[in-house]
């Protein structure tokens, strides 16, 4: 389908992340259908009152949903929306909905205030990144929309046929109608082997019918010189790759990736290998 998906829990940081999609939605001629999952807890009594409880969350979820999509709708009169109530797990009701709907992504806030509602943002953000396998757009704190123009992935050059999730990268390019900035980051040729070079041809004609260019940098720290790239190069995206293998993956330590995500000033698009 032609939707973006956009969990919410009602929080700042969840509209922030729906305001972001909507005027993403209106740039690129997108619908938008929103997820509310009412979370299911160990009952403390009887099943029946348990249940009971569990659907007047549910009925009252609903209402609030009803009435913000219709607050949205007269401030969005161009865009198509849809919603969807249900009582579960986050992860598995986003799976779900995602294989029932395919969207063009889900989108999803996260904020590195460090309250215990930021964490528990931030866990279901990354969680979400590495369990469903829908791209996903992981939207800074207060960060607003701005068209894409330029995407940075940055790339290891190891094993590339098998690990560039080369067709989604390919359909975003052509949605924004964006450049892709290939980054290779290495210092004193630690990474360089003798299949580099054949890995970078093999790169090259993968990406040879959109408009791509190549950076190569010499740097000790990755993480920095992702930054500095993106800041010095006015990038608008950046790519990762959740699961293992992947270039940040396999650089970063697990602390390391959720100091990028959650200290990061563009957006992130988490695609998954094909």
Request: one cysteine or more; charged letters at 20%; a negative charge.
């Amino acid at each position: 389908m032609n939707t973006l998906l956009i969990p919410t829990d009602f929080s700042p940081v969840a509209d922030n992340a729906l305001k972001y999609a909507m005027e993403m939605a209106v740039a690129y001629k997108l619908d938008i259908s929103l997820l509310h999952v009412v979370l299911l807890s160990t009952p403390s009594v009887a099943n029946v009152v348990y249940i009971d409880v569990a659907t007047d969350f549910q009925k009252e979820a609903e209402e609030q949903m009803a009435l913000k999509v219709k607050g949205l709708q007269e401030q969005y009169p161009t865009l198509n929306f849809q919603f969807k109530v249900e009582t579960g797990l986050f992860l598995d009701s986003l799976q779900r909905y995602c294989e029932e709907m395919l969207p063009v992504a889900i989108v999803m806030g996260i904020t590195g205030e460090g309250s215990a509602l930021d964490k528990m943002i931030g866990s279901n953000t990354i969680l979400a990144m590495r369990s469903v396998t829908c791209p996903l757009i992981v939207v800074p704190k207060n960060g607003a929309f701005k068209s894409v123009g330029k995407i940075c992935f940055a790339c290891d050059l190891r094993n590339v046929a098998n690990s560039t999730p080369l067709l989604a990268i390919k359909a975003f390019a052509k949605l924004f109608d964006a450049q892709v900035h290939i980054l290779n980051i290495d210092f004193q040729n630690r990474h360089f082997s003798a299949n580099t070079p054949g890995e970078l041809e093999v790169l090259n004609l993968m990406f040879d019918t959109i408009d791509t260019k190549f950076h190569f940098i010499e740097n000790e720290n990755v993480q920095d010189a992702i930054n500095d790239f993106i800041d010095r190069e006015k990038m608008d995206m950046l790519i990762m790759l959740p699961k293992k293998h992947s270039f940040l993956e396999s650089l970063f330590k697990k602390s390391q990736t959720k100091e990028m995500l959650y200290q990061s000033h563009i957006p992130i698009l988490a695609l998954h290998h094909n």
